[in-house]
Nanobody, 130 residues
Framework: QLQLVESGGGLAQPGGSLTLLCAASGGHSDYYFYAIAWFRQAPGKEREGVSCISMGERQILYGDSVKGRFTISRDNGKKSAALQMNSLKPEDTAVYYC?????????????????????WGKGTLVTVSS
């Protein structure tokens, strides 16, 4: 399993931007072979998939609520991933989690991502408010 640490959360105004980072360490396979996904959990709600990027960037997928506003990326040399969040809305307020799955190609079914992940970070809080 990878050890994952998120950073970059904080307070943003509606319409603003934030970039979250996920730094990885450990694991018995090369970082290249892990799919990286972002999830979020708002107060009183279930955790939902936000974005997923497969090994080799073969699949890059987004949840419907963030399509066109968020961009996921990865840097295998630095063993890191990022989530660029633009045009933020108050409903984007949540704890954001980075997760990883070894040898996983992200499914088109966003709801299936969570069960595939075998490594999780502790999360970083994003608050969108004026």
């Amino acid at each position: 399993q990878l050890q994952l640490v998120e950073s970059g959360g904080g307070l943003a105004q509606p319409g603003g931007s934030l970039t979250l980072l996920c730094a990885a360490s450990g694991g018995h396979s090369d970082y290249y072979f892990y799919a990286i996904a972002w999830f979020r959990q708002a107060p009183g709600k279930e955790r939902e998939g936000v974005s997923c990027i497969s090994m080799g960037e073969r699949q890059i997928l987004y949840g419907d609520s963030v399509k066109g506003r968020f961009t996921i990326s990865r840097d295998n040399g630095k063993k890191s991933a990022a989530l660029q969040m633009n045009s933020l809305k108050p409903e984007d307020t949540a704890v954001y989690y980075c997760a990883a799955a070894e040898y996983y190609y992200c499914s088109e079914d966003v709801s299936s991502w969570e069960d595939e992940m075998d490594s999780w970070g502790k999360g970083t809080l994003v608050t969108v408010s004026s």
